[in-house]
């Protein structure tokens, strides 16, 4: 390995709180500082010695100035560690990591801290035409959540109405993906009872009236009710096939992971658990964002040279099931070695953080089933996707 090769150290998430569930009451920033703590208690870091911090978010509105300054704050940083917000929608956290990648093997970093963020119980109600008042007559107010997280902007449209028309596309029926998500949920459920997910999360203190909790499980896999979710009706149209039982849930949550150089692992005497082997974005017509991770996962395979079967696991982001069908039917990705401990359907889909999360989990799936090459991908609202490969090493 090369010097200023990039090293996953660790990483950590929290728990995914479920919309106006555990983790409701705590800001982004509080969700991610708290990994930040995590992160650097797992790996004994010093602290002094991280360069900068990148952290990806969706949804800023009334989160304060600079939500990743507040991170690395309250995560116990010293003031000398920078700290950058970005936001690219759902790939907001993957996009840290690679933006982490980049600036250790450019040589202007050897530490860096990396991830993504998102309450979404917390965005607020808009006002559009606050500033410039309302002369007469009704008038709207925006929900922030819904507006800038997951509505498309071209098209003024949910992000559910393309999901249909991927369905549609090939043919995907709602029972499929009814199954997809019964089997997200199976296995998210089977990692939270065999405590395979809680190797990947730290704790979120909670203090309400003076009575603090320690929030450290999953809330969506332990609620689902099979029989309920197939009754769901169509979210998006009468003729549709996506629910809100096969589609991602609104949910919490935060994700870091600590990333090095070579030389920097070997300086400080830390253990780095994978190399980053590369990432790629891939961009087309906003309306197909639901097909893009299928592009990103070429390119990216295409750029490092590796093929399917090459890779011992994949993690694809859930936003639909019909993107992970999607995704598993053109490239051939066998369902055993995808997203084995459930995906955004059971765990929920918290938009700035998910590209970090899946990277979190795929790290923990490759070490417990022995495997060592693994992708990340995810969809991404303007009709993006992204794509991440990493490899553990001895």
Known sequence: MATNDAMIVAGVRTAMGAFMGGLASVPA????????????????????????????????????????????????????????????ACASGMKAVMLADQAIRAGEAELVIAGGMENMSRPPYLLLKGREGYRMGNSEVYDALIYDGLTDAFHNKHMGVFA?????????????QDDFGVRSHTRARQAIESGVSADEIVPVEITVRGKTTSFATDEGPLKFDEAK????????????????????????????????????CQRLGLKPQARIVGGAVYSREPEWFTLAPIGAMQKLMEKIG????????????????????????ELGLPPEKVNIYGGAV?????????????????????????????????????????????ELVS
């Open 29 to 88: 920033p509080q969700l991610a500082a708290a990994c930040v703590k995590g992160l650097v208690a797992r790996t004994r870091v010093p602290a002094d010695q991280i360069n900068e911090l990148f952290m990806g978010n969706c949804i800023a509105a009334g989160l304060g100035m600079n939500p990743a300054r507040q991170v690395a704050i309250f995560g116990g940083l010293p003031p000398s560690v920078g700290a950058t917000t970005l936001n690219k």
């Open 164 to 176: 249909d028309r991927c369905a549609q596309k090939y043919g995907f029926t709602k029972q499929q």
């Open 229 to 264: 979710m197939r009754t769901l009706k169509p979210a998006f149209g009468p003729e549709g096939t996506v629910t809100a039982g096969n589609a991602s849930s609104i949910n919490d949550g935060a994700a870091a992971l600590l990333v090095a150089s070579n030389a920097a």
């Open 306 to 329: 590796w093929n399917v079967k090459d890779v011992d696991l994949f993690e694809v982001n859930e936003a639909f099931a019909t993107v992970a069908l999607a995704v598993e039917k």
């Open 346 to 390: 059971a765990l929920g889909h918290p938009v700035g953080c998910s590209g970090a999360r899946i990277l979190v989990t795929l790290l923990n799936g490759l070490k417990r089933t022995g495997g060592r090459r693994g992708i990340g991908t995810l969809c991404v609202g303007g009709g993006e996707g992204i794509a991440m490969a990493v």
